[in-house]
């Protein structure tokens, strides 16, 4: 991050960034495994089901939110004081997540929703525009990059500290930990204000814009409503209550960004054009990939073998990152998930007994004496397995690009994302592996089979995301960038919500391999249909000067 190659104001969106994400991942690796914890260890005892529907309803409005708060910040606020305020949201709903009150639960939810809603589009907006200043311009790719190395930095590390904190404290201490990194973040923000100061300027509308109060007289307000009527009408359109409410509640969203296209000059509607199709297309990468806290989280903590060889043990125990089981009958209810059953040579159940759900699938040589205690690495943990790649993978992503562009044979933005949908897509297979190395979830499988997954859809990330938030920040109309983010953002937050709609799904598969493969359909698709847009893509970004 030299001075004479990126703006000064980099380092202090990088760090206020990391903090950020800090303290949502640290949330968000608990929050499944926090919701179907037993009451009595400060839990909520959701079934898989409804603990999957709730996290695919909440980080699908986290990132649904962005929408009203990029417009706001374009047209009212600015991008410092949105991100401050946002900032602080979010900080608050993390520690109220410490009080064990349904209602204060969901209300803290709804602090961190629309806390999200004014920081997320505004900060990389923020940062986008100080790129569009020369010498920067050319390095725009790269920062974004850098930036989002920042956002795994903090994502790699909080999973240590949620660990730590929920063995040692419990779940409410691990929220806090989220609040405090937050708060942390704002401050940062705050001490290099200088830096940025100059670039957060509200746009002056056109002619043709709306106005705010007709955007939410047509649009926030028929959201609001139409959600309303997903949820009370009678039985479940698209699965669940929550599944109804968030897609009938995202058509006026989705309208009012067509509306954006048909009514804008002629010089701007083919980028906005391009920008939605992308849109469109990359919601099945965040549909697969958001699974990290619901499919992936459940593959870690009962088809993951978690022991940890002997010699690490003792460090680890220091750390507070071993969680202690033990192999006691009749303390777990007698549900599929729990239950055991061991069958002799000819299949016969000669053993049928409720134990912890991670000795389900264990060789019974293997199973310990009852009553003896275990120490499993925390399933959280697995979280920061892909924060971790995104850290080690970008410099090399970064000098690959840096090398192409040296020859004269970068791809064009919408290129690295088309091959990063085909990337994530080979993901699929080590899981696909994994299920038949484990005899289908009878047998623990090597963590090795979920790391090297996360490492190959990692790749896929790296060429898709960051290059979306670049994307959006080149091509937009420099009134409607915030705006546009916002656009980014609902297409990952319609990703989120249709990734917990497949996670319910789980159980559904008596094969596991066919659930992975069906994921592999998903991203396939969705690569095709943007290789069949290049020409055009490529078109329209080398017309506007977009790289």
Known sequence: MSETKHPKGLPFLFFAEMWERFGYYLMIGIFTLFLQDDVKN??????LTESYDVYGTFIALVFLTPFLGGLLADRKFGYRASITAGGLMMGAGYCLLAVHNITVFYFALALIIFGNGFFKPNISTLLGNLYNEDPYKSKKDAGFNIFYMGINIGAFICNFFGAALYN???????????????????????IGIKHYKHVDVIKPTKPEDA?????????????????????IIPGDVFGSDSNDAFIFGCIPVIY????????????????IAAMLAIFTVVIAFWAVFKQNGTALTKWADSYTDRSLPSAIIGGASKLQLLQEVKYEKGTFPKTDIHYRKIKDENGKVIEETAYHPYFKNIAPAQIPPEGEPVKLINTSVFQSVNPGWVIVLT???????????????????????????VISALSTFVMVAAVYSGNNGMEKNSAWFLIASYGVITVGELFLSPMGLSLVSKMSPPRLTALM?????????????LSGILATMW????????????????????????FMMLKWLNQIFKEHNAG
């Not at 040692?168 to 401050?187: E, L, P």
């Not at 562009?405 to 994302?417: A, L, V």
């Open 42 to 47: 400060g839990g909520y005892g959701m079934s």
């Open 211 to 231: 106005s705010l109060s007709r955007i939410f007289s047509l649009t926030i307000l028929p959201a609001l409503v139409a959600g309303i009527i997903g949820w």
């Open 256 to 271: 009012f960004y067509y509306t954006l296209y048909s009514k804008a000059s002629s010089d701007e509607k083919r980028p």
């Open 168 to 190: 040692f404290f419990g779940w409410g201490h691990a929220f806090m930990a989220a609040g405090v990194g937050m708060f942390i973040g704002i401050i940062i923000f705050w």
């Open 507 to 530: 159980d559904k598969y008596d094969n596991k391999a066919n659930y992975f493969l069906f994921n592999f359909g998903l991203l396939i698709a969705a690569a095709a249909i943007i």
């Open 395 to 421: 410099p090399v992503v970064v000098m690959f690009f840096s090398f192409l562009r040296k020859r004269g044979k970068e791809p064009s933005t919408p290129s690295k994302i088309a091959w990063g949908l």
């Open 485 to 497: 983010m916002g656009g980014w953002f609902l297409s990952t937050s319609i990703g989120n919500k």
